[in-house]
């Protein structure tokens, strides 16, 4: 427990007293990319505080130029973990809820995340269409495809607003598979324990060769690949099934 809280202290803190300087500073040269990087600096300082140690494979697969990473969902500590180990700056599909928090909402708009509000289908077909544009133009994108996280870290069935995605922009998908976070921090528990997480990046598909008539057997090349990469208590209970998705 006072690890967690050497944490969220260390993060608030840095929000209220650093983020806003950087948030001036990016107004001010017109670019977000000095406060995104002294922002994931200061999420891999948390993940040493907190005693997690990240191991990162497969960065040479990473294809040149934009795509969209997509990975599993085990954990509120796994976002710490596979954000910062993208070797360049992404966009996040980030809940609505978060931008109601005044300093972190600017900071994310700046940075171009795009908020997302499941509940609503509206909002979440114009949250659609703004990660499209994102991508077109030039940045990168990180997406959890099962829309949530799993409660018992087994890799659980897509969904296909990531693929819509990805074929609208027609840029390639990197399947990433994260490890172990579900020990570190489970669903429903606010406690961070010590550990290891792994964030293993895959061979990117490439979106532009499907159709959105398509979009279903992409989706299912790309949880396959996320699935290969995970650990044997990881992997669905059943293989990858694009029905009724």
Not at 12 to 29: G, H, K, N, R
Not at 112 to 137: G, I
Not at 180 to 195: D, V, Y
Request: glycine share 6%.
């Amino acid at each position: 427990m006072i690890r967690t809280i050497a944490v969220v202290l260390f993060l608030a803190l840095a929000l209220l007293f650093v983020m806003p300087f950087f948030i001036l500073w990016s107004l001010l040269t017109g670019t977000p990319d000095l406060m995104y990087e002294v922002a994931m600096k200061t999420v891999r300082a948390s993940l040493r505080i907190a005693k997690i140690k990240v191991l990162v494979e497969g960065l040479e697969t990473i294809p040149p130029g934009v795509c969209i990473f997509a990975a599993n969902h085990t954990s509120n500590v796994d976002p710490l973990a596979f954000i910062p180990a993208i070797p360049r700056r992404v966009s996040i599909l980030v809940k609505s809820e978060l931008f109601r928090i005044p300093i972190l909402a600017m900071a994310m708009r700046m940075a171009k995340f795009v908020p997302v509000d499941r509940a609503d289908k509206e909002a979440a077909a114009a949250s659609v269409e703004s990660a499209v544009s994102v991508l077109k133009e030039g940045l990168s994108f990180a997406v959890y495809p099962e829309g949530t996280r799993s409660p018992d870290g087994r890799l659980k069935p897509f969904k296909k607003g990531t693929f819509v995605i990805a074929i609208e922009a027609g840029v390639p998908i990197v399947p990433v598979s994260i490890s172990g976070a579900q020990h570190l921090m489970r669903k429903g528990e606010w406690t961070i324990r010590p550990g290891e997480i792994v964030v293993r990046f895959g061979s990117a598909v490439d979106a532009s060769e499907y159709t959105m008539e398509r979009r279903m057997e992409l989706l299912t090349c790309v949880e396959e690949l996320v699935a290969a990469g995970l650990p044997e208590d990881q992997q669905p209970l059943s293989a990858p099934d694009s029905a009724g998705k």
